[in-house]
């Protein structure tokens, strides 16, 4: 979760979250159903977040190409350890978005790791304030990307508003 605010306080929020999550969560299988969710994990990270938005009234997101990239690339970056877990980088991944989009009228970032399934993850992040925050912002364009290291899988959902 950011906000391009605070980030010594995000950064040690966002630690606590990723240790509950991968302490917490033992029933994910890195499946979900697929009556309901089906495809990639990307689609189905999107499937649970636009499920949680609509019941709360709000519009779905779009999943776009250009800012699932960004999220792939932090995602893989994790993974493979060149950069930390959190969200150096943000700024960045913003600008390139802009870069190709247009200007961003606003933005956030939730990340997550474990040994998660996607209605896992999503749900970790709602139970979690300044994450459910960000999923229930006025945005209305998402980026998910995943990367897998060992058992552990690590994620990024990248909300603009555009």
């Not at 709000?58 to 877990?85: C, V, W, Y």
Request: hydrophobic share 40%; charged share 20%; net charge positive.
């Amino acid at each position: 979760m950011l906000i391009l605010k605070n980030r010594r306080i995000l950064a040690l929020l966002i630690a606590m979250f990723a240790v509950f999550q991968v302490s917490a969560c033992s029933r994910a299988t890195g499946k979900a159903d697929s009556s309901t969710a089906g495809g990639s994990m990307d689609e189905q990270i999107l499937y649970y977040t636009n499920k949680f938005r609509q019941s709360h009234g709000l519009k779905p997101l779009q999943l776009d190409e250009t800012i699932s990239q960004q999220a792939r690339r932090h995602s893989r970056d994790m993974a493979n350890g060149s950069t930390g877990f959190g969200h150096e980088g943000f700024e960045d991944r913003v600008a390139n978005v802009s870069k190709k989009m247009g200007r961003v009228g606003a933005a956030a970032e939730n990340v997550a790791y474990g040994t998660l399934d996607a209605e896992s993850v999503v749900d970790g992040w709602i139970k979690s304030p300044g994450h459910r925050k960000n999923m229930l912002g006025d945005y209305n364009l998402i980026g998910i990307g995943t990367a897998e290291k060992g058992r552990l899988t690590f994620f990024t959902q990248v909300f603009i508003k555009h």
